[in-house]
């Protein structure tokens, strides 16, 4: 009769090591998550939601077809541009926005962009502040770090690297 707290204990302990294994349903909730992979582009909010930062969410096809920049052909932005490039594009785009940052070597699944070349060439400013905004493919959002001026103004600084 003295055995049997002995082998509950002992069945008990075996259980516990059993969920803490993952082996029990409700243990896979890290597995089977909602989250997106960086590739696989920006999740648009739903039908009728507001913005809480009073910008229009747009996907970089409609914003490539709806905006225009405010700042286009001003040496103030275009000065600012430069400082904002080389703190935030230059380390992966490099100096001349070649894509070969001191750190491009680094993204060997998908390099960064040449940012002079005809493909960027043809895409519209507002393509170009959504990519910023939003980030695409290898690079990061910047939109929680750059005001939209100061976006528009990275857009007029890689139009003169273009030129």
């Known amino acids: 009769m003295k055995r049997t707290p002995a082998l509950l204990i002992s069945l008990l302990a075996v259980l516990a090591m059993a969920g803490c294994s993952g082996s029990l349903p409700w243990t896979s909730d890290m597995v089977e998550t909602p989250a997106r992979h960086a590739d696989e582009g920006l999740l648009m909010p739903p039908a009728g939601s507001l913005s809480t930062t009073g910008e229009v969410t747009q996907s970089r ?9 405010p700042l ?43 940012l002079t070349g005809a493909r960027v060439r043809a895409q519209s ?18 939109g929680g770090s750059l005001a939209p001026h100061e976006r528009w103004a990275v857009v007029e600084y890689l139009r003169s690297l273009q030129q």
């Not at 430069?82 to 060997?108: K, M, N, R, W």
């Not at 400013?125 to 910047?142: F, H």
């Open 72 to 114: 286009s052909g001003d040496p103030a932005a275009l000065a600012s541009g430069e400082g904002l490039f080389q703190i935030y594009c230059e380390p992966c785009h490099g100096a001349a926005g070649q894509g070969d940052g001191t750190v491009a070597s680094y993204f060997t699944m998908r390099p960064p962009a040449d």
């Open 61 to 69: 096809f409609q914003a490539a077809m709806s905006l225009r920049n």
């Open 125 to 142: 400013d507002g393509y170009i502040y959504a990519t910023i905004r939003d980030g695409g493919g290898s690079m990061p959002p910047l």
